[in-house]
Nanobody, 117 residues
Framework: QVQLVESGGGLVQAGGSLRLSCAAS????????MGWYRQGPGKQRELVAL?????TTNYADSVKGRFTISRDGAKVYLQMNSLNPEDTAVYYC?????????????WGQGTQVTVSS
């Protein structure tokens, strides 16, 4: 089992910045990639950014140039700059763990990010 605890959400004005943090515990040796997803009101959960164990990153087009994902072992961070109201969502930390049969996604509880115009 892997447990994920997120922090750093909140309310910010458009153009502002926030930094999300996520710490993994438990079977962290099984974790490969870590990342962030978000789910806005009335929308499906979508990928925001991923970072592999080797440091390779992948971003959604909508956040490229504004968001930066980084990782320090079993902790992952998301620096969000130039926020706009469309970034309002619940942000979920994701840890992809290697299993004998494939990859399993562990999820955090989510942290609310609200951007006011």
């Amino acid at each position: 089992q892997v447990q994920l605890v997120e922090s750093g959400g909140g309310l910010v004005q458009a153009g502002g910045s926030l930094r999300l943090s996520c710490a993994a515990s438990g079977r962290i040796f099984s974790i490969n990639a870590m990342g962030w997803y978000r789910q806005g009101p009335g929308k499906q959960r979508e990928l925001v950014a991923l970072i592999s164990s080797g440091g390779t990153t992948n971003y959604a087009d909508s956040v490229k140039g504004r968001f930066t994902i980084s990782r320090d072992g079993a902790k992952v961070y998301l620096q969000m700059n130039s926020l706009n109201p469309e970034d309002t969502a619940v942000y979920y930390c994701d840890a992809k763990a290697n299993m004998a049969w494939g990859v399993y996604d562990y999820w955090g509880q989510g942290t609310q990010v609200t951007v006011s115009s």
